[in-house]
């Protein structure tokens, strides 16, 4: 019990910490540095004319050097929203092609999906950390107590740990369904579902990138394929098969 306020005091600043300096937390950990205006031309066209057809403040632009093919969106609010983009997928895709996948990743700072993504990051984190601190607790503290104090740690660690496999597979279950209503809303930005489709062609089986290690970024980028989407690995797997949402963009 003597634990708990600094438990709470560590959470808290964590939360904190967290919530106010995602971006330059993000940006080190996808290794990514801004793509300034004279270095690509193109991209600021096409993200300012997207941002324009729907009346949004145009987010912030980086780059990750990467020869993969792959883009994410990220930020909490107007002044930290961001899209990165690898140069694999600038270099790699037509104007069409990239317009959908910009829209595919506006369109997730429109939903405010970047922002719960990252809140759910957060709280998983710090449900995963107060389960780790009960284990402890009850693994090396079991001497120093009776038999009810130890229940007691059983019974919230059992408690914490339910709580922490629920929210992952909610976070995950968030995540997929995020993906397709982006996909959707990139259609309605484009009007060309086909662009956005070949587009996700392309990236498939060459969106790994290899100096982003970080899973909570890689959850963010457009595809990650960290698990078979299918059965119940499926349940783990934060975004549907790219097939299917090939098939799901070619019938719009």
């Known amino acids: 019990i003597t634990t708990i306020p600094f438990v709470i005091g560590g959470v808290l600043i964590w939360f904190l910490i ?27 066209n096409l993200t300012e004319n997207l941002c324009m057809s729907v009346g949004m403040k145009m987010p912030q632009l980086f780059v990750i050097d990467s020869p993969a093919l792959n883009a994410f969106a990220s930020g ?35 939903n405010k999906d970047v922002r719960l993504l990252i809140v759910s990051i957060i709280f998983v984190g710090i449900l995963s ?5 009960l284990l402890r607790n009850l693994l090396w503290g079991g001497g ?18 339910v709580a922490l496999l629920l929210s992952i597979l909610f ?34 089986g060459h969106s790994e990138v290899d ?9 963010m980028f457009i595809e990650h394929k960290a698990l078979d989407g299918a059965g119940f690995a499926g349940l783990f797997a934060t975004h549907p098969p790219i097939e299917k949402r090939i098939a799901v963009l070619e019938q719009m």
């Open 76 to 110: 909490i609010n107007e002044k930290s929203y961001a899209v990165t983009l690898t140069t694999g997928i600038i270099d790699h895709l037509n104007d069409d092609e990239l317009e959908g996948v910009i829209a595919h990743e506006l369109t997730h700072i429109r």
């Open 18 to 44: 967290a919530y106010f300096a995602n971006s330059s937390m993000i940006q080190m950990a996808s290794n990514s540095r801004p793509l300034e205006r004279k270095e690509n031309m193109r991209v600021y």
């Open 211 to 219: 100096s982003v290690r970080s899973e909570d970024v890689k959850q």
């Open 171 to 204: 976070k995950f279950a968030l995540s997929r369904k995020r993906e397709y209503l982006a996909d959707a809303g990139a259609v309605q930005l484009t009007r060309n579902s086909r662009a956005l489709a070949s587009a996700l062609r392309k990236i498939s």
């Open 129 to 133: 950390f107060a389960v780790d601190i």
């Open 144 to 161: 120093r107590r009776d038999k009810e104090d130890n229940k007691g740690v059983l019974i919230a660690l059992v408690i914490s740990a």
